[in-house]
T-cell receptor, first 113, second 111 residues
């Protein structure tokens, strides 16, 4: 089937605005992850979903960041009141139950002006 | 947070040569994986080595793991221009299988 898809591929926003980033995982993959990649911080884990629940939110950098997953499928990462330091590529990955390999989407490049 | 360091940070070789990248990490692991990234976008899984394994092969890739030194290496043999990319090691330590990445090696293979 199709791989992991993310939308939009690029997002330019003004400081203070809210943004929503979407991830469609591979069908049947129960685990879903969000990561962030920036020049200064490298690749960082943000949040992990198993089904619709998020047992590990330890990587979310502030309470401006939230995420949800519905129907055990699509996930949305929301950043409220965006700041310039939020500029990064946001990557989503999914994983099949019992396996360790993760499949990544192409990412959303977020630029906060 | 980053798990550890990769070296070199950048590597430039000629087609046909072998490329070796190293990765160090800090905590005990379940497994270590290598990923490839083209043009700063999605990552592609290359190979996984479990903590009880010492060496693994996949095509032109060879991975070694030394848990006593908390280090791993990725060897790409007979490199091609199409191998030009960034390569990241990532460790898995917990039951949620989240990846903790190294800083990556930028490999350039010149035709």
């Amino acid at each position: 089937g199709a791989g992991v898809s993310q939308s939009p591929s690029n997002k330019v926003t003004e400081k203070g605005k809210d943004v929503e980033l979407r991830c469609d995982p591979i069908s049947g993959h129960t685990a879903l992850y969000w990561y962030r990649q920036s020049l200064g911080q490298g690749l960082e884990f943000l949040i992990y979903f198993q089904g619709n629940s998020a047992p590990d939110k330890s990587g979310l950098p502030s309470d401006r960041f939230s995420a949800e997953r519905t129907g055990g499928s699509v996930s949305t990462l929301t950043i409220q009141r965006t700041q310039q330091e939020d500029s990064a590529v946001y990557l989503c990955a999914s994983r099949a139950q019992g396996l360790s390999e993760q499949f990544f989407g192409p990412g959303t490049r977020l630029t906060v002006l | 947070s980053q798990q550890g360091e990769e070296d070199p940070q950048a590597l430039s070789i000629q087609e046909g040569e072998n490329a070796t990248m190293n990765c160090s990490y800090k905590t005990s692991i379940n497994n270590l994986q290598w990923y490839r990234q083209n043009s700063g976008r999605g990552l592609v899984h290359l190979i996984l080595i479990r903590s009880n394994e010492r060496e693994k092969h996949s095509g032109r890739l060879r991975v070694t793991l030394d848990t006593s030194k908390k280090s791993s290496s990725l060897l790409i043999t007979a490199s091609r221009a199409a191998d030009t990319a960034s390569y990241f090691c990532a460790t898995v330590s917990g039951s949620n299988y989240k990846l903790t990445f190294g800083k990556g090696t930028l490999l350039t293979v010149n035709p």
